[in-house]
């Protein structure tokens, strides 16, 4: 079965630190990763999608595959009280007809003002 | 925001009744699913449709059914309530080859 495991939280940084989340995935085929944050009460919100190694950055975020390890991350910078959220690692298998996602049980940041 | 609603966006229901949840997006994306997300559990996909009337199981698919008459429109129904079935349910649209899902604002249903 395919998993994606997320470390659950909560994960607390001070405002204006980088916040790093992790996630890790067991379908070695895995194309497509995404993060969604979701806050309390509402749904969850694409911020991240990242399909080679490296890293790629958008903002004060970024996102960083290794497919070798079968790890994404997401580094979080100049960390804002408004960050607080659950973060939820995704991925896609990739391939015909696999438009489906796995998710991971999500992380929850807080960010201390 | 993608243009995604969901209806009702609360309800309460007894067991034993069957329950219609609505999305409808105005993306004219090809593929929609459905989602319950319970604490613990995380966001679990029950079924999804790749098209008008082409649908297929999730991985908690038990009790409930879809079907897809046009392509704006995909609907859940719980075909006899259960407890077990409170949730909160999502639904998700994609129209990328590699995957990207936008979510919808969610159905909270509790089922007495």
């Known amino acids: 079965q395919k998993e994606v495991e997320q470390n659950s939280g909560p994960l607390s940084v001070p405002e204006g630190a980088i916040a790093s989340l992790n996630c890790t995935y067991s379908d070695r085929v895995s194309q497509s990763f995404f993060w969604y944050r979701q806050y309390s009460g509402k749904s969850p919100e694409l911020i991240m999608s990242?399909?080679?190694?490296g890293d790629k950055e958008d903002g004060r975020f970024t996102a960083q595959l290794n497919k070798a390890s079968q790890y994404v991350s997401l580094l979080i910078r100049d960390s804002q009280p408004s960050d607080s959220a659950t973060y939820l690692c995704a991925v896609n298998p990739g391939g015909a007809g696999s438009y489906q996602l796995t998710f991971g049980k999500g992380t929850k940041l807080s960010v201390i003002p | 925001d993608a243009g995604i609603t969901q209806s009702p966006r609360h309800k309460v229901t007894e067991t034993g009744t069957p329950v219609t949840l609505r999305c409808h997006q105005t993306e004219n994306h090809r593929y929609m699913y459905w989602y319950r997300q319970d604490p613990g559990h995380g966001l679990r996909l029950i079924h999804y449709s790749y098209g008008v009337k082409d649908t297929d199981k999730g991985e908690v698919s038990d009790g409930y059914s879809v079907s897809r008459s046009k392509t704006e429109d995909f609907l859940l129904t719980l075909e006899s309530a259960t407890s077990s079935q409170t949730s909160v349910y999502f639904c998700a649209i994609s129209e990328s080859d590699r995957g990207e899902q936008f979510f919808g604002p969610g159905t909270r249903l509790t089922v007495l």
């Open positions: 990242i399909y080679s190694n």
